[in-house]
């Protein structure tokens, strides 16, 4: 760390970060020491106005914003921000949003197009947005449920079978308890 001194902090956020999640940080720590010595070891890097604005948007958590910082900072500008518009494509589809990034870290990595992204989830920032466009509710599906369940006409039956069977049942138990009783009196 003596001839670090101007990434200092940055370095030390990072290994607090590393070694926080670490299963052996003993080992750990000795990989990024030579890491250090070899001089490619990169601090924790800030998330850019870019990423932060994505970050914020689909609440991604810490984790998530600073590994997609550390990546991102590898490539040229133009690059990145072709990569920022591919993630937020896929972001917005996901129900969430920081596993979703998580996942991308990889190809992302090792330079691939991400591809494309899939159908909207049931909760995702997008299918959110179309909820709100057609005037639903962003939980309407539970509610909805409730809804039509009030107006079911089977719904009634329905519970007074529940009641007839827990009843069945009950019954069944006394008689059983009433059996042994009987049979240890006998005794």
Do not use: C, W
């Not at 590393?18 to 940080?25: C, G, I, K, Q, T």
């Not at 948007?57 to 591919?86: G, M, N, T, V």
């Not at 409730?146 to 009634?156: A, G, L």
């Not at 007074?160 to 308890?177: C, E, F, G, T, V």
Request: charged share 50%; no cysteine; proline share 3%.
């Amino acid at each position: 760390m003596k001839n670090r001194q101007e990434t200092f902090v940055e370095d030390m956020e990072r290994l607090y970060d590393v070694l926080e999640r670490a299963n052996s940080p003993a080992g750990l720590l000795v990989v990024k020491m030579r890491e250090m010595e070899e001089g490619t070891f990169v601090g924790k890097v800030k998330a850019d106005k870019d990423l932060a604005a994505v970050s914020k948007k689909y609440k991604l958590d810490e984790q998530a914003e600073s590994k997609l910082a550390d990546i991102l900072a590898r490539y040229d500008d133009a690059r990145r921000k072709e990569y920022l518009i591919e993630i937020e494509r896929h972001l917005e589809v996901s129900n969430r949003p920081s596993a979703m990034a998580m996942m991308l870290l990889r190809k992302l990595g090792e330079g691939q197009s991400l591809g494309k992204p899939g159908q909207p989830a049931p909760g995702s920032y997008l299918d959110n947005a179309q909820r709100a466009a057609r005037g639903e509710t962003a939980r309407g599906g539970r509610e909805e449920r409730e809804r039509k369940d009030r107006k079911s006409p089977d719904r009634d039956r329905r519970d007074r079978d529940k009641d007839r069977d827990r009843d069945k049942d009950r019954d069944r138990r006394r008689s059983r308890s009433r059996d042994k009783r009987s049979r240890s009196r006998r005794r």
